[in-house]
């Protein structure tokens, strides 16, 4: 190999890039996944980054502590996070609540998710909650059923409302974010909507139920 060339990463090399490195910027097609296909090693590699970033930063409650934050921080954006800690929330609480005009922005209020196949998770909208609790305040929140993302998909596919149809699993943000823009809604009970829980007549209804790859009537919303 020619004088100057890149060599390959060994394991000390590998560590020595870690502790000299604070952040990790990754582009996605062609690094973490290839088409539709994630490549291999991606997700052991992204928890390893996350466990030593999340391990360097941690919250020591000795007497007179005092927790400095950054000033300049413009937006605070709260999402689905499962290395969560006390760090997080008092950086996010301090910046919110002390830093001039500083927004609190969330991706979503999911108070559940399907983590996994097996069973259902803690969602987003539990960090979410966390943080309105101690700073007192209310987030702007650009995911569903926030119609913030219809404004971009309309600017974007330039296709009226009443020729789209939201696909979803879930009654309080997939169906309610597709019938606010006025689009036709489609559920599915693959996610956390199940069927018992329609027939409630107090909750939304969509406008066609897909159920075991049939699509089956349901009351029209």
Request: aromatic share 6%; net charge neutral.
């Amino acid at each position: 190999m020619r004088e100057g060339a890149a060599q390959p990463l060994t394991a000390s090399d590998a560590a020595y890039l870690l502790h000299s490195v604070d952040a990790f910027l990754f582009d996605c097609d062609g690094v973490i996944w290839k088409g539709d296909t994630l490549i291999d090693g991606v997700p052991q590699t992204l928890d390893l980054l996350r466990s030593k970033e999340d391990g360097k930063k941690m919250v020591d409650l000795k007497e007179h502590r005092f927790f400095k934050h950054d000033k300049g921080v413009g937006a605070v954006v709260v999402g689905l996070d499962p290395y969560i800690n006390y760090y997080k929330l008092q950086y996010a609480t301090l910046c919110i609540r002390e830093n001039l005009g500083c927004l609190f922005i969330a991706t979503n209020r999911d108070a559940v998710g399907h983590m996994t196949d097996l069973q259902e998770w803690p969602g987003a909208g539990c960090m979410v909650a966390a943080v309105c609790a101690s700073t007192q305040k209310e987030p702007v929140v650009v995911g569903k059923p926030s119609t913030f993302m219809m404004e971009f998909l309309l600017k974007k596919l330039n296709v009226d409302t009443s020729r789209m149809c939201m696909v979803g699993d879930r009654l309080d943000t997939d169906i309610l974010f597709g019938q606010t823009a006025g689009c036709k809604t489609l559920l599915v009970l693959s996610g956390v909507t199940t069927l018992p829980s329609l027939q409630d007549p107090k909750k939304l209804h969509p406008s066609r139920l897909l159920c075991r790859q049939v699509v089956c009537h349901a009351r029209i919303a």
